[in-house]
Each structure stands twice: as structure tokens, then as C-alpha cells.
């Protein structure tokens, strides 16, 4: 970044360029507002080769999703920058600085940082994960339909996955890993049975592969246990930062803490909106594409009757 962006103004900076991000630029630079959006380039579904579910771009890889969506803001005149945001202060407007250059001005601000996930501490996990270590049957069930499932345990929430996977294979085992039976309750168990869903207790050592291919699950007592898929609970870290430090209000809930929001995503800072993963642990590709959209929409509301207003009483 150069320093023709020094003390520039812009009606709104973005931070974050996925789908969230991208979506909120599209709509601001249709509205004719001069936005800037600022992307450390480090999407949450990058370890995906494809991303399904979003009608009309089913089986498109992230990648490309993005190419696409950084050609059609700058046909709007949207400026993009690759770096990152290390604060936001606030005298009015909204002062953003950036790691790798001069800090610049903004009247509102979207928040679009999403989350990292971090994976279970389990050898053969964080390696395989996006390919056939996964998380959610929603994004990849389909291609793997049919396959031997596993699922690694983290906590007893983790019935529910193995609950829900079970609609797209038939062979499903659950990996208790450090999680006791004793804490599974009479439901589970009884769901479990009736979904026909096996129930392997003892601590998994690592997950095996050969030719790069998953094959099996291993256990600490050198057991072997055949599967070719494993879905797994990664920890979800949010990255939301910038909002706690400008004093929103967040709402702690069993996958982090994420801000309090109404309907369009604005938070409990006046002129700060949030989208995509930043508001929550479950916000697909899709759906952050429609917060950043309702958030943007929004601010151009926003700003227009703020200039209209200021032109009345001026």
C-alpha cells in the first residue's frame, strides 16, 4: 500500500474480503458511495477445493468465488487493498489503521473478518482437513455420500454431528476420543441406535492415510477402525477484535463470542455494521453474501438521510 491513501475519506471501509465483504462492496459501489475494502486474504474456506449450496455457483472453488467478486466491485469503481487492520478509533468518524500503511477515514464501517477454525489436536486432522477431514455435511455431504463415515468427538455436542451426518451414509461410526459414554445421555443413545450409528469408546491416536488418501482411524490401543471420511467439530475462533476494542456489545455462546446485531447487522456502535462469520459460527458462503448485502443496503439509507439531514439544518 502506498501513501496516496493517506488521510483519504472514504463513506465506508469494509474489512474483510470474503464473500461477506465482497458482497456489501458490490452494493455500496452501485450505490455510488466510495468504499474501500481491505482483505488480509485469508478466507476461513480456503483448505476447500469447492464450495457447494450457492445457488447458481454449486461446485465453484473459493478461489474463484473470489476472483470473481474483486472484478465486479472494481467495475464499480470499489477500491480493494491487500492488508490488514490493526485498529479502528473513533472522533466522529472512524480512523482505520492498516499494517502495511497510513491510516485512512471512514464514515461507516462493516466489519467482515470472519473466523478461524482450529482444529481437534489429533495427528492426520488439520493436515486432511478440506479434503477428507471435514465439518460440515451441508457443504460436502453430497460428494462424499455413501462413504464410511467417522466422527471424532470434542465434546458430547458432537452426537449431533454424527446424528445429522448419518443422512448421507448409512455407515457411521462415532469416535468418543476423550469424551466418557457415561456422558452421553439416554436420548443420545437411543438416537444413535436408531440412526445405526456405532460407538467406539477409547482416545484416538491419529488418523491414517496411504497414497494421501484417508483409510482409517487409529486408537490409542493400536486399533484400527476403516474409514475413508472423518468429520470433525473444529474450535470456531472469531475474529473480532476491532469490534470488542470499539466497545461493541458481544453475546457469548457455546462457539465464541459474537456481537449483538439487529436485522441489517448494524452492532451497539453507532455507524458499525457486521456480516458473515463475524456475527456467528453458522454463516455459510450464502448467507454471508446476503449480510453483507442487507448491511450495505443499509448504510446507503444511512448516509443519505445523514447528508440530507446535515443539508436541512445547514
Same mark, same amino acid.
Given at each position: !500500500?502506498?501513501?496516496t491513501y493517506e488521510n483519504e475519506t472514504y463513506d465506508v471501509v469494509v474489512v474483510g474480503g470474503g464473500a461477506a465483504g465482497l458482497s456489501a462492496a458490490l452494493v455500496l459501489g452501485r450505490a455510488r458511495n466510495r468504499a474501500l475494502v481491505v482483505d488480509a486474504g485469508e478466507p476461513r474456506n480456503a483448505p476447500s477445493s469447492h464450495m457447494q449450496g450457492y445457488l447458481s455457483r454449486d461446485g465453484m472453488s473459493p478461489a474463484e468465488f473470489l476472483a470473481l467478486g474483486r472484478d465486479e466491485i472494481a467495475r464499480y469503481g470499489v477500491e480493494l487493498v491487500r492488508d490488514r487492520v490493526t485498529d479502528v478509533t473513533r472522533d466522529g468518524d472512524f480512523t482505520v489503521v492498516l499494517d502495511g500503511g497510513p491510516a485512512v477515514r471512514a464514515r461507516r464501517l462493516i466489519v467482515a473478518t470472519g473466523l478461524k477454525?482450529?482444529?481437534?489436536? &489429533?495427528p492426520g486432522v488439520a493436515e486432511r482437513f478440506g479434503r477428507d477431514v471435514l465439518h460440515c455435511p451441508f457443504c460436502h455431504g453430497w460428494e462424499v455420500r455413501d462413504e464410511p463415515f467417522g466422527v471424532l468427538a470434542s465434546s458430547v455436542m458432537s452426537v449431533h454431528q454424527a446424528l445429522m451426518v448419518s443422512q448421507w451414509s448409512k455407515d457411521v461410526t462415532l469416535f468418543l476420543h476423550r469424551v466418557a459414554e457415561a456422558e452421553l445421555s439416554d436420548q443420545d443413545l437411543r438416537r444413535l441406535a436408531a440412526a445405526g450409528v456405532g460407538v467406539v469408546s477409547g482416545e484416538v491416536a491419529e488418523l491414517v492415510a496411504e497414497d494421501d488418501r484417508l483409510t482409517g482411524v487409529r486408537l490409542a490401543d493400536g486399533s484400527t477402525h476403516a474409514r475413508s471420511v472423518v468429520f470433525v467439530a473444529p474450535r470456531p475462533m472469531p475474529q473480532t477484535g476491532l /469490534? $470488542?476494542? /470499539?466497545?461493541a $456489545? !458481544?453475546?457469548e455462546t457455546p462457539f465464541g463470542a459474537y456481537p449483538v446485531v439487529d436485522p441489517t447487522g448494524l452492532t451497539t456502535v453507532p455507524g458499525v455494521w457486521a456480516a458473515g462469520n463475524a456475527i456467528g459460527f453458522a454463516e455459510q458462503v450464502v448467507h454471508a453474501a446476503s449480510g453483507g448485502y442487507r448491511a450495505a443496503a443499509a448504510i446507503v439509507g444511512d448516509l443519505r438521510m445523514s447528508d440530507l439531514d446535515a443539508? &436541512?439544518?445547514g
Open positions: !500500500m502506498n501513501g477454525d482450529e482444529m481437534p489436536d &489429533v /469490534l $470488542e476494542r /470499539l466497545g $456489545e !458481544m453475546n443539508a &436541512v439544518d
